[in-house]
């Protein structure tokens, strides 16, 4: 069974600041990985993925975030955040078997303090 | 632009009602989700579908049944409501595993 364990359940820091946001998963099998972000009041919309290939995957507003499979890891990054990047982040995987069932993490509220 | 709805933003229903939550998706996706999402616990999946009539259980199945009967249209029914349902239920369609997963904004459901 795939499991995905978000660190921190909320993360505050200043506008401007650098953040991390930790992801881990557990799968017995190879994995695809998601962030998916949700602003106040809206539906869930995908921030970034990693497939295959490159295992630093970036987002068209500056995050990124590495897959580190020795560590089963998928933190998310920037390294300088706004006001709007106030959201709850949840990280999610799928085994990548031959049904597709996507898994979330607990979800990570960053609030970013002026 | 893409577009999963859900039927109903606000829903508030009665201990032992019967109650259908609908959504509906205009991509032609053949995977579609049921997802309910609670504070501290992120978002849980009860059933998804992968196919028209096919459907398969998610981690939190207890309590629910769904209804795939044409490929745009996933509902989720709760056959006795109880207040421990009380919950923000997501519906989510995707293409493949490959690609993102689109969601709904959500029906806020408040069982009294």
């Known amino acids: 069974a795939q499991s995905v364990t978000q660190l921190d359940s909320q993360v505050p820091v200043f506008e401007e600041a650098p953040v991390e946001l930790r992801c881990n998963y557990s799968?017995?099998?190879?994995?695809?990985l998601f962030w998916y972000v949700q602003y106040p009041n809206q539906g869930l919309q995908l921030l970034l993925k990693y497939l295959s290939g490159s295992t630093l995957v970036e987002s068209i507003n500056g995050f990124e975030a590495e897959f580190n499979k020795s560590q089963t890891s998928f933190h998310l990054r920037k390294p300088s955040v706004h006001i709007s990047d106030t959201a709850e982040y949840f990280c999610?995987?799928?085994?990548?078997?031959?049904?597709?069932?996507?898994?979330f993490g607990k979800g990570t509220l960053l609030t970013v303090n002026p | 632009d893409v577009k999963v709805t859900q039927s109903s933003r606000y829903l508030v229903k009665r201990t032992g009602e019967k109650v259908f939550l609908e959504c509906v998706q205009d991509m032609d996706h053949e995977n579609m989700f049921w997802y309910r999402q609670d504070p501290g616990l992120g978002l849980r999946l009860i059933y998804f579908s992968y196919d028209v009539k096919m459907k398969e259980k998610g981690d939190i199945p207890e309590g629910y049944s769904v209804s795939r009967e044409k490929k745009e249209r996933f509902s989720l029914i709760l056959e006795s409501a109880s207040t421990n349902q009380t919950s923000m239920y997501l519906c989510?369609?995707?293409?493949?595993?490959?690609?993102?997963?689109?969601f709904g904004q959500g029906t806020r459901l408040t069982v009294v």
């Open positions: 799968s017995s099998v190879s994995v695809y």
């Open positions: 989510a369609s995707s293409l493949d595993k490959y690609t993102e997963a689109f």
């Open positions: 999610a995987v799928d085994s990548g078997g031959s049904n597709y069932k996507l898994t």
